[in-house]
């Protein structure tokens, strides 16, 4: 029916375009000359025609004559005939006989008198076919007078129909004629209403527009189901011409968002054909309902200005950076489709209004590449203050392989936790550069645990997504969490390597402690080899032994296993048979077995304190290797033994000598009293840097350090001449002990701080706008417009969203920003280099 309508509307365009360009001789001949006896006996059941009865025709009829000759042409277009009836003298017939009646024109459909029309309101062809065809299209058009007539038709056409509301400021004009032949095309499709009530215009909520103006609104009523509000409205923006209102009927009856699975070079839309642009917003599978409903929300923004499509990364392959997130192609030939990062909607809409923004959005993109290129040259010069955010912006043009970690929403969030039976959560913030630096470090844990059997690494952005990070207690960023079915999460506290975050996820697979059955299971849990899934991952075992009276003790150890979840495997084994397997390694109950190295080495402990906390304490310190191998990783756990340090630097693998003799002083008497261990700078180059503050110059390796960082931070170095071994070390530790030795240096005891002090964002709000105060501060996830905007006046009008919004705009708002496109290691926005700049 459309399609037909639509064939029907081309060809009455191409003959108003011939009528105004042929003489007008040639309308003339649609104009029929009939008696009144050969008029009446031609009319045909439903057909309409224009009558004119005169006699002779006088010299004030002829204007009008000449008008409805001229309006033949266009009329019969309609299937209406014009006919000019000849009164015989002496007719005294209805229509002939009254002086009035033949002042006046009639319209008939068959023999039926539809209306008649003094002469003087038809006075130009505009005002003939716009009259006409209103008289025949009564169904059609309704014609409104107050606001409740017009809310009574909307609310009869809600959930059914839509409706084309006009204004014109009188009848019988261009304008007027304009929107009674588009109803004549499109009234079985919409509803038509007609208004000249200059107030009525206002109160539809055009208060700015001028009375003189014709206006057309379309008003999505088919969407709407809320009685109590008003239908969306969309306005013309164009003149009311017949080729513009056609232009944005076929606009509005384009689908709001189109889906696009091909390249967007090929992609053509309605919108392109008409000249305007289309808007892709760039998404994936994971976001996909979100990105939706930002694609909607840009829709609603642009409608009748640009089209929008929702083009999923999944389904196409882009050659097009990661970080790219809306895409626009113009109507224009052999101009290429241009991608673009972009930070909010707002951004989107002015894309499109501003047709100068994309050229700026460009050359800003090219200003940062060339400012990253002059960045490697005088890296030197400028250096971050913040080590860390360095080198997030350093490498922020690399894209991360984020495919295998799953985003989630608000909407996905739940539902994900239910499918797997493991679910690792990285919570985030896309702005914050440890968080940032950690997501790089999770790329590499989901490559190395790719295929793992119910593991599921995904990651929620707390800037996008506030309400789930509230919910789940996230307090501070990053933050991992392991959901498991029926289980209370366990949060990662540990360093933020992608091997520490490796180990954690493993460990995190095995119940903490994991209640064995058999010895012959304690047995193997001691090997390595139970459970499987950790058969062929290194680790240290550690197994609680307990006899079947001591609840006490075994409550404490479970409670102690929930706590070190992840960190360490721990096993219970309390059957009745528990006294063999205390035997066969000399320990009585409650003890604590500790397996190191597939079980290789069993070491027996006695558990004499049994409270929770006691049992963490000794675990954590029976875990520490007896001569470790001091990392970034692994220096902080060393740390917070607060004892002095012993330690061998080495440019590389100590000997096998070197091992030897400081094992054995390890394990000796004066152990508790400090910590022997060593560094291998190859694997550590930070370690330079430590010999560098403890040494005026770089001493020769391998070389023994004495260090106490927690009382006065003297250094003294083992004399070189020396050999490294027990007893060597011993008598040179009782030198020290008695004050005989000279420190090589001092550490300072100025405290560890930043190079500056970090920004105060609070005092500079407070500073620059000085009305803002903290108690009328609201916290990020009260609401997801807390952003900053750009430009305050337009972000203010956009949050007003109209009260007939679609039911699919009120299940959630799509915030300012564009979510579920790839993140990037930065914003566009340039970090400052130095505080100085602020």
């Not at 309308?27 to 009939?34: I, M």
């Not at 025609?49 to 010299?59: E, I, K, M």
């Not at 094992?663 to 430590?690: D, E, H, I, M, S």
Request: one cysteine or more.
């Amino acid at each position: 029916m459309s399609t037909q309508k639509d064939r029907g509307f081309f060809s009455f365009a191409f003959l108003l375009f011939c009528a105004s360009s042929v003489p007008t001789w040639a309308s003339a001949r649609l104009l029929q000359e009939l008696s009144p006896q050969e008029y009446f006996s031609s009319l045909q059941a439903g057909k309409a025609s224009l009558a004119y009865f005169s006699h002779n025709v006088s010299p004030g009829a002829q204007p009008f004559l000449e008008q409805i000759e001229n309006s033949a042409e266009a009329l019969q277009d309609y299937g209406i005939s014009v006919v000019k009836v000849n009164c015989p003298k002496g007719d005294v017939s209805r229509y002939c006989g009254k002086e009035n009646a033949l002042r006046k024109a009639y319209l008939f459909r068959g023999n039926m008198l539809i209306r008649e029309f003094p002469t003087d309101a038809l006075f130009d062809v505009n005002s003939i076919v716009a009259n006409i065809l209103f008289a025949l299209l009564f169904n059609e058009v309704k014609y409104v007078e107050t606001l409740a007539d017009l809310q009574n038709i909307e609310n009869a056409l809600k959930g059914r129909s839509n409706m084309v509301f006009a204004y014109v400021p009188a009848t019988g004009t261009a304008e007027h004629r304009a929107v009674m032949e588009a109803a004549f095309v499109y009234g079985t499709v919409h509803q038509f209403v007609l208004t000249t009530e200059a107030t009525l215009l206002k109160d539809t909520g055009n208060d700015e527009s001028d009375p003189s103006s014709a206006r057309l609104l379309f008003c999505h009523c088919q969407r709407a189901t809320d009685l109590a509000q008003p239908c969306r409205r969309t306005a013309m923006g164009q003149i009311l011409t017949m080729l513009n209102i056609h232009r944005h009927l076929k606009l509005m009856g384009a689908p709001l968002v189109t889906e696009v699975a091909e390249d967007p070079e090929k992609v053509s839309t309605v919108h392109l054909q008409l000249g305007l642009p289309l808007v892709f917003i760039l998404s994936q599978k994971e976001t996909y309902e979100a990105d939706r409903r930002t694609a909607e929300f840009v829709a609603w923004q642009l409608l009748g200005k640009a089209g929008v499509a929702l083009l999923s990364r999944d389904r196409v392959d882009l050659n097009v950076l990661l970080r790219s997130n809306v895409a626009l192609k113009t109507p224009d030939e052999g101009v290429p489709v241009k991608y673009l990062v972009l930070e909010d909607t707002d951004e989107v809409i002015t894309l499109v209004e501003d047709k100068n923004k994309v050229e700026e959005i460009q050359e800003e993109e090219e200003e940062e590449n060339e400012e990253d290129e002059d960045e490697k040259e005088n890296n030197n010069q400028d250096i971050q203050d913040d080590q860390v955010a360095e080198a997030v912006s350093r490498d922020k043009k690399r894209e991360l392989p984020l495919e295998q970690i799953l985003v989630l929403t608000e909407e996905t969030f739940h539902s994900a936790l239910l499918e797997t039976a493991r679910t690792v959560v990285l919570f985030y913030a896309s702005w914050e550069a440890v968080s940032l630096a950690v997501l790089q470090s999770y790329t590499e844990v989901a490559d190395h645990l790719k295929g793992t059997q119910g593991v599921l690494l995904s990651r929620v952005n707390c800037w996008d997504w506030p309400g789930v990070c509230t919910k789940e207690n996230v307090t501070q960023f990053p933050t991992i969490k392991i959901y498991k079915k029926g289980e209370r999460s366990v949060m990662y506290d540990g360093m933020w390597g992608a091997e520490e975050l490796t180990s954690f996820i493993m460990l995190s697979q095995v119940s903490c402690p994991l209640k064995l059955a058999t010895t012959h299971e304690a047995e193997r849990y001691l090997r390595g080899e139970f459970p499987p899934e950790l058969s062929s991952y290194h680790h240290t075992s550690l197994l609680g032994v307990f006899s079947t009276a001591m609840t006490e003790a075994r409550e404490a150890f479970e409670e102690a296993g929930n706590i070190l979840s992840g960190h360490v495997t721990m096993g219970m084994y309390f059957e009745d048979d528990t006294l063999a397997l205390s035997r066969k390694y000399a320990v009585s109950p409650p003890a604590l077995l500790l397996a190191r190295s597939g079980g290789r080495s069993v070491e027996g402990i006695t558990l004499s304190k049994q409270s929770t906390q006691d049992m963490v304490q000794m675990i954590r310190y029976e875990l520490l290797d007896i001569f470790p191998e001091i990392t970034v990783q692994n220096l902080p756990h060393y740390l917070q033994l607060r004892k002095p340090f012993l330690i061998l630097f080495s440019d590389g693998d100590i000997s096998q000598m070197e091992s030897k003799e400081m094992l054995k002083l390890a394990k000796g008497r004066p152990q508790q009293a400090f910590v022997a261990c060593w560094l291998n700078l190859k694997k550590t180059p930070v370690g330079r840097g430590v010999l560098k503050a403890y040494f005026a110059t770089m001493p020769s390796l391998p070389v023994l350090v004495w260090v106490n960082l927690h009382a006065g931070g003297q250094i003294f170095k083992f004399p070189s001449g020396q050999s490294i071994t027990e007893m060597n070390i011993l008598s040179w530790l009782e030198k020290l002990k008695a004050g005989l030795e000279i420190p090589s240096s001092t550490l300072s005891e100025e405290d560890w701080k930043p190079p500056l002090p970090a920004y105060d964002f609070l005092q500079m709000m407070e500073t620059a706008v000085p009305e803002l105060s903290l108690h009328t501060s609201h916290r990020r996830g009260d609401t997801p417009e807390q952003r900053p905007p750009e430009n305050p006046g337009r972000n203010a009008a956009v949050r007003e969203e109209p009260s007939q919004e679609t039911k699919a705009e009120k299940v959630g708002t799509p915030g300012r920003d564009l979510r579920g496109t790839a993140p990037r290691l930065a914003a566009r926005e340039k970090q400052g280099k130095r505080h100085s700049e602020l």
